[in-house]
T-cell receptor, first 113, second 113 residues
Framework: EAGVAQSPRYKIIEKRQSVAFWCNPISGHATLYWYQQILGQGPKLLIQFQNNGVVDDSQLPKDRFSAERLKGVDSTLKIQPAKLEDSAVYLC???????????FGPGTRLLVL | AQSVSQHNHHVILSEAASLELGCNYSYGGTVNLFWYVQYPGQHLQLLLKYFSGDPLVKGIKGFEAEFIKSKFSFNLRKPSVQWSDTAEYFCAVIVFNDYKLSFGAGTTVTVRA
């Protein structure tokens, strides 16, 4: 069974630029999550989808971050414009349904200069 | 808000030593509990989980964890570590009906050969 796929794996941008990350969850998984992991901390949930609807986006900085999950499968997370403090690893995860075990992708390491 | 505390930031030990990592959470209701591991250069992987039933759960690679409800704890143990157990370990909790997975800050374990 293929795992959660993410791309790109690494991205370096300058502040005020925009960036987008892509995630393909495990086939059949209804729930998809985006996390931000800052160095030295545990992952923090940004947004959670159930199929193509948003379940929780309370910790998403909506002035600069946006995410969508069209057709309930793939998802993209965008940052526009980026700030220095956005430097982090962005993790995508999926689960069969809410509160079930989450399976994580390899993450995208973002560096904002 | 739910919080997860991991007592040790960095643990260094020799091969064959026993390992115990502490994890406490702040919510008193029904919870699902997880330990995830991240080996160097790899993505987060599930080590073990507790949803209900026997509070002593066994995971992969000889790890086990014990859920003690009265102490709000879910400590991870391994009786004899190997060099390959060098990794970062994260405790995570889902509160029933909250749907958000909250992570601790992680514990880096270094096993010396």
């Amino acid at each position: 069974e293929a795992g959660v796929a993410q791309s790109p794996r690494y991205k370096i941008i300058e502040k005020r630029q925009s960036v987008a990350f892509w995630c393909n969850p495990i086939s059949g998984h209804a729930t998809l999550y985006w996390y931000q992991q800052i160095l030295g901390q545990g992952p923090k949930l940004l947004i959670q989808f159930q199929n193509n609807g948003v379940v929780d986006d309370s910790q998403l900085p909506k002035d600069r971050f946006s995410a969508e999950r069209l057709k309930g499968v793939d998802s993209t997370l965008k940052i526009q414009p980026a700030k220095l403090e956005d430097s982090a690893v962005y993790l995508c995860a999926s689960s069969l349904k809410i509160q079930e075990t989450q399976y994580f992708g390899p993450g995208t390491r973002l560096l904002v200069l | 808000a739910q919080s997860v505390s991991q007592h040790n930031h960095h643990v260094i030990l020799s091969e064959a030593a026993s390992l115990e990592l502490g994890c406490n959470y702040s919510y008193g209701g029904t919870v699902n509990l997880f330990w995830y591991v991240q080996y160097p250069g790899q993505h987060l992987q599930l080590l073990l989980k507790y949803f209900s039933g026997d509070p002593l759960v066994k995971g992969i690679k000889g790890f086990e964890a014990e859920f003690i409800k009265s102490k709000f704890s879910f400590n991870l143990r391994k009786p004899s570590v190997q060099w390959s157990d060098t990794a970062e370990y994260f405790c995570a909790v889902i509160v029933f009906n909250d749907y958000k997975l909250s992570f601790g800050a992680g514990t880096t374990v270094t096993v010396r050969a």
